[in-house]
């Protein structure tokens, strides 16, 4: 039975669609023309659902058949018959070939009903219709194009100038540009390849394929115009996709992005830096990649030392490095450079300015336009303190020869800031001067500068007068010292002022110069030749003011010791003078003491008295000395002075033309003895008994007759010779000292005028100008004197 029906339904299919071939030409040519076509995607091997929608259009409608044809069969692929009047009854059929046994009709809520095919083949493509007939309504035709996919081949990747990336993309380096391609080959439909970053799409424009390349490659041309640090570490998709079906094919890309370093910081251990003293600098980079190499500079001086140490990480490096400044650093840049030793131009550095706090460096010099060379003696002259310190100083001293300058206009002592003048220099000014500076890190002492200066001679010192007594006929030589700055060529001359104050040339005496030296050879013959002698000396700068004084005096012996007067000490009797006049020559002093017994209680002289003979220093009936003593000045101690005995101390001044009249202490007496024995320069007598002469009462007589007699005609003879003396100078006019021998002034060495005035109580004061020309062979000697005197 089942046979038997399925064979009438096949006559009546057969019959049915003979009796509309005449117009199925006409209908399915309209069919192509106005139905849409559906696209479906699919993988070989896949299933697929091919979409017919079997809704009626009239709700009280229904489906009689529904047909399937593939591309242009006349005889449907698969066929439901639902003319029974239901779906769930209908009876389906399909072809027994390959593609029928694939295939099925699910039915669903009508818009829903699709014809199932399982794994498809690239034979199964196609365009499929589906007719549906209604049994009021008319038919109705959907067409869907099933289109099996092809995969395109693997992404190939290359770079900019055409070389393909393997693994790593790049280097890339920051701020510059990136170019990549994508390519595939084959891919149905055509692929779509596209560039990704963290799942969004950066690059999805297709590419017009490289020129020279098949038209079956897809392409993307991937440029970035500047590469950021977003970019570090990243990793690019590129997708091919040839249906939207279908799972892209991806391909990975890491970058490799060289990175300049983004921060360099220099840390320093200490705010204030102090010279010669330790400290420690680090410097931080970060944010190169690969990681930085960090360089050091001081100044122009690149430091490679051993003492840097280096710590790098992925992208950060630190480097430490310890530094001993001097003040010779304050001012300079210290900079920290790090350098991507991969990325040409890579570098960032931070330059930090030192500020080194030093104690003052001092040096004292003259200030501009002064030269120590032609400095004279009345110039003015500047001195700069230059001082370099951090901080600034806060003081500036000036020190002459360690003594502390003061601002003292009067003395021509200016200070101001930095800077010393004096006013008109003279001879005291020479010497080292030197200055202070002081800031809060310490003080410093500049190197001495020694100032010196020309001057014109002068006078040693200690030799600016002096006077020497001088016999008649004795011959001595004077010796005239000069200071003289230069003192090459320097030329003596000497001046002779008499006792009638006449300024002469010097009589019979030989002269001898060398270098700063002159030496007189001088013979006083008369007393006229008594004066005084003027050394003159003159060097390049000019003539000295003010000359050598050697005042010459007739040599006698000294006056005796005045105001001679007996102090009782403690262990001794002590006596003391004050000199007289040496007569022009050294002088020391002689103390002698004699002695006489006296009776005690009898008051007359024994019969055991002595008469002593004159002695060389004492008088006719003294006894001779029971002690001498000598001294360089009339101080004496007199020691071991017996009881009992009447002494007489005798002092006398001492020169090398003989020895004054004595000064006398009459009348001594001690009660008990005085002191013990001690070492002294004197000369003692063993026993003072013995030395004391035994006189008696009739020859103690005769000796004071005798020397009253004799005392008488001394006195006698000394008004006498008074007498004549004073007559003599009375005619004799008087020399003025020597302070008034010159009135100083400064003359040039071409010119030597000395200005000379002599007065006395007799007359008016009387100038004599006195110009010399010396000869250029014998400088020493006066050739022309012309004498001036006025009334």
Same mark, same amino acid.
């Not at 389906?92 to 014809?115: C, E, I, M, N, P």
């Not at 500079?297 to 280096?310: A, F, I, K, Q, Y």
């Not at 210290?334 to 890579?346: D, T, W, Y």
């Not at 109580?761 to 050739?783: C, G, T, V």
């Given at each position: 039975m089942r046979c038997a029906s399925g064979y009438v339904f096949l006559t009546s299919l057969l019959m049915v669609l003979r009796t509309r071939r005449m117009g199925a030409a006409a209908e399915e040519l309209e069919f192509q023309n106005k139905v849409p076509v559906r696209l479906v995607w699919a993988t070989e091997g896949d299933d697929v659902e091919l979409p017919c929608d079997i809704t009626p259009p009239m709700p009280e409608d229904s489906v009689n058949m529904v047909l399937w044809f593939k591309d242009n069969a006349g005889i449907p692929l698969y066929s439901l018959d639902a003319r029974n009047g239901s779906l769930i009854s209908a009876i389906h059929w399909a072809v027994s070939d390959d593609l029928g046994r694939r295939t099925y009709f699910q039915v669903g809520d009508g818009?829903?009903?699709?014809?199932?095919?399982?794994?498809?083949?690239?034979?199964?493509?196609?365009?499929?219709?589906?007719?549906?007939?209604?049994?009021?309504?008319?038919?109705?035709?959907?067409?869907?194009?099933?289109?099996?996919?092809?995969?395109?081949?693997?992404?190939?990747?290359?770079?900019?100038? #055409?070389?393909?990336?393997?693994?790593?993309?790049g280097p890339f380096l920051e701020g510059y540009n990136l170019a990549l391609i994508c390519q595939v080959a084959g891919g149905k439909p055509k692929p779509s390849v596209t560039w990704w970053k963290d799942g969004e799409l950066l690059d999805g424009v297709v590419d017009t394929s490289s020129i020279g390349s098949s038209s079956r490659f897809t392409e993307n041309h991937l440029f970035i115009d500047t590469v950021t640090r977003s970019l570090w570490g990243a990793k690019l998709e590129c997708r091919a996709q040839s249906g939207p079906m279908e799972k892209p094919i991806i391909r990975e890309v890491p970058l490799d992005i060289y990175l300049k370093?983004?921060?360099?910081?220099?840390?320093?251990?200490?705010?204030?830096?102090?010279?010669?003293?330790?400290?420690?600098?680090?410097?931080?980079?970060?944010?190169?990649?690969?990681?930085?190499?960090?360089?050091?500079?001081?100044?122009?001086?690149?430091?490679?030392?051993?003492?840097?140490?280096?710590t790098q990480r992925s992208n950060s490096t630190v480097s430490k490095i310890a530094l001993v400044l001097s003040k010779d650093d304050d001012g300079k840049e210290l900079v920290c450079r790090a350098e991507n030793p991969r990325f040409p131009?890579?570098?960032?550095?931070?330059?930090?300015?030192?500020?080194?706090? +030093?104690?003052?460096?001092?040096?004292?010099?003259?200030?501009?336009?002064?030269v120590l060379d032609t400095l004279r003696e009345g110039d003015d002259l500047k001195l700069v303190c230059d001082v370099q310190s951090n901080p600034p100083p806060t003081q500036v001293t000036w020190y002459h020869d360690n003594q502390r300058l003061e601002h003292d206009v009067s003395a021509g002592i200016l200070l101001a800031s930095n800077s010393l003048t004096l006013?008109? *220099?003279?001879?005291?000014?020479?010497?080292? +001067?030197?200055?202070?500076?002081?800031?809060?890190?310490?003080?410093?002492?500049?190197?001495?500068?020694?100032?010196?200066?020309?001057?014109?001679?002068?006078?040693?010192?200690?030799?600016?007068?002096?006077?020497?007594?001088?016999?008649?006929?004795?011959?001595?030589?004077?010796?005239?010292?000069?200071?003289?700055?230069?003192?090459? +060529?320097?030329?003596?001359?000497?001046? +002779?002022?008499?006792?009638?104050?006449?300024?002469?040339?010097?009589?019979?005496?030989?002269?001898?110069?060398?270098?700063?030296?002159?030496?007189?050879?001088?013979?006083?013959?008369?007393?006229?030749?008594? !004066?005084? *002698?003027?050394?003159?000396?003159?060097?390049?700068? #000019?003539?000295?003011?003010?000359?050598?004084?050697?005042?010459?005096?007739?040599?006698?012996?000294?006056q005796p010791p005045l105001d001679c007067a007996l102090h009782n000490e403690t262990?001794? @009797?002590?006596?003391?003078?004050?000199?007289? =006049?040496?007569?022009? =020559?050294?002088?020391?002093? @002689?103390?002698?003491?004699?002695?006489?017994l006296r009776s005690s209680g009898i008051g007359h002289i024994g019969p055991h008295t002595l008469q002593t003979p004159q002695s060389d220093q004492g008088m006719v009936g003294e006894s001779p000395p029971i002690y001498q003593d000598m001294n360089p000045t009339p101080n004496f101690q007199l020691h071991d002075l017996e009881p009992g005995y009447d002494y007489t101390v005798y002092i006398y001044?001492?020169?090398?033309?003989?020895? =004054?009249?004595?000064?006398?202490?009459?009348?001594?007496?001690?009660?008990?003895?005085?002191? #013990?024995?001690?070492?002294?320069?004197?000369?003692?007598?063993?026993?003072?008994?013995?030395?004391?002469?035994?006189?008696?009462?009739?020859?103690m007589i005769i000796?004071?007759?005798?020397? !009253?007699?004799?005392?008488?005609?001394?006195?006698?003879? !000394?008004?006498?010779?008074?007498?004549?003396?004073?007559?003599?100078?009375?005619?004799?006019?008087?020399?003025?000292?020597?302070?008034?021998?010159?009135?100083?002034?400064?003359?040039?060495?071409?010119?030597?005028?000395?200005?000379?005035?002599?007065?006395?109580?007799?007359?008016?004061?009387?100038r004599a100008s006195l110009y010399i020309e010396e000869n250029r062979k014998e400088p020493d000697l006066l050739h022309r004197v012309e004498l001036d005197l006025q009334e």
């Amino acid at each position: 039975m089942r046979c038997a029906s399925g064979y009438v339904f096949l006559t009546s299919l057969l019959m049915v669609l003979r009796t509309r071939r005449m117009g199925a030409a006409a209908e399915e040519l309209e069919f192509q023309n106005k139905v849409p076509v559906r696209l479906v995607w699919a993988t070989e091997g896949d299933d697929v659902e091919l979409p017919c929608d079997i809704t009626p259009p009239m709700p009280e409608d229904s489906v009689n058949m529904v047909l399937w044809f593939k591309d242009n069969a006349g005889i449907p692929l698969y066929s439901l018959d639902a003319r029974n009047g239901s779906l769930i009854s209908a009876i389906h059929w399909a072809v027994s070939d390959d593609l029928g046994r694939r295939t099925y009709f699910q039915v669903g809520d009508g818009h829903r009903a699709k014809l199932k095919v399982t794994k498809v083949t690239l034979k199964d493509q196609g365009v499929f219709r589906c007719r549906v007939d209604f049994v009021d309504s008319p038919t109705r035709n959907f067409r869907v194009n099933l289109t099996l996919v092809e995969q395109p081949s693997k992404p190939v990747i290359y770079d900019a100038q #055409g070389r393909e990336v393997t693994g790593v993309g790049g280097p890339f380096l920051e701020g510059y540009n990136l170019a990549l391609i994508c390519q595939v080959a084959g891919g149905k439909p055509k692929p779509s390849v596209t560039w990704w970053k963290d799942g969004e799409l950066l690059d999805g424009v297709v590419d017009t394929s490289s020129i020279g390349s098949s038209s079956r490659f897809t392409e993307n041309h991937l440029f970035i115009d500047t590469v950021t640090r977003s970019l570090w570490g990243a990793k690019l998709e590129c997708r091919a996709q040839s249906g939207p079906m279908e799972k892209p094919i991806i391909r990975e890309v890491p970058l490799d992005i060289y990175l300049k370093p983004a921060i360099v910081k220099i840390v320093l251990s200490e705010e204030q830096i102090f010279a010669g003293r330790p400290i420690a600098a680090r410097c931080e980079t970060w944010g190169s990649s690969p990681a930085a190499r960090i360089i050091w500079r001081l100044g122009e001086h690149v430091m490679s030392d051993p003492n840097v140490s280096t710590t790098q990480r992925s992208n950060s490096t630190v480097s430490k490095i310890a530094l001993v400044l001097s003040k010779d650093d304050d001012g300079k840049e210290l900079v920290c450079r790090a350098e991507n030793p991969r990325f040409p131009g890579g570098v960032l550095e931070e330059i930090k300015i030192l500020r080194i706090s +030093y104690a003052p460096v001092v040096v004292a010099r003259l200030a501009n336009g002064y030269v120590l060379d032609t400095l004279r003696e009345g110039d003015d002259l500047k001195l700069v303190c230059d001082v370099q310190s951090n901080p600034p100083p806060t003081q500036v001293t000036w020190y002459h020869d360690n003594q502390r300058l003061e601002h003292d206009v009067s003395a021509g002592i200016l200070l101001a800031s930095n800077s010393l003048t004096l006013r008109v *220099l003279a001879l005291i000014h020479v010497g080292e +001067y030197s200055c202070v500076a002081m800031n809060a890190v310490g003080e410093t002492h500049s190197p001495p500068l020694f100032i010196h200066m020309k001057y014109a001679p002068r006078c040693r010192k200690d030799n600016e007068r002096r006077e020497i007594a001088v016999a008649r006929h004795e011959t001595i030589l004077l010796k005239c010292e000069v200071e003289a700055l230069p003192d090459d +060529y320097v030329r003596f001359s000497w001046t +002779y002022n008499g006792t009638v104050g006449d300024v002469l040339p010097m009589p019979n005496s030989r002269v001898e110069n060398k270098g700063l030296v002159s030496m007189l050879e001088y013979t006083p013959n008369t007393e006229t030749d008594y !004066g005084t *002698l003027a050394c003159w000396a003159s060097n390049g700068i #000019g003539r000295q003011r003010t000359p050598c004084i050697f005042n010459i005096v007739p040599a006698k012996p000294p006056q005796p010791p005045l105001d001679c007067a007996l102090h009782n000490e403690t262990s001794s @009797l002590e006596v003391n003078c004050i000199p007289g =006049s040496d007569g022009g =020559s050294p002088q020391h002093f @002689l103390l002698e003491v004699r002695g006489s017994l006296r009776s005690s209680g009898i008051g007359h002289i024994g019969p055991h008295t002595l008469q002593t003979p004159q002695s060389d220093q004492g008088m006719v009936g003294e006894s001779p000395p029971i002690y001498q003593d000598m001294n360089p000045t009339p101080n004496f101690q007199l020691h071991d002075l017996e009881p009992g005995y009447d002494y007489t101390v005798y002092i006398y001044a001492v020169n090398g033309r003989g020895m =004054s009249e004595p000064a006398l202490l009459e009348h001594i007496r001690v009660v008990e003895p005085i002191g #013990g024995k001690m070492e002294r320069s004197g000369i003692f007598l063993e026993d003072l008994k013995k030395a004391l002469p035994q006189a008696s009462s009739e020859n103690m007589i005769i000796v004071i007759a005798l020397t !009253g007699a004799i005392a008488l005609i001394l006195i006698g003879i !000394g008004v006498i010779i008074g007498v004549v003396i004073c007559r003599k100078r009375s005619n004799t006019p008087v020399i003025e000292g020597p302070d008034d021998f010159t009135t100083p002034t400064y003359v040039p060495a071409q010119r030597i005028e000395p200005r000379i005035r002599y007065s006395n109580e007799n007359r008016r004061s009387q100038r004599a100008s006195l110009y010399i020309e010396e000869n250029r062979k014998e400088p020493d000697l006066l050739h022309r004197v012309e004498l001036d005197l006025q009334e």
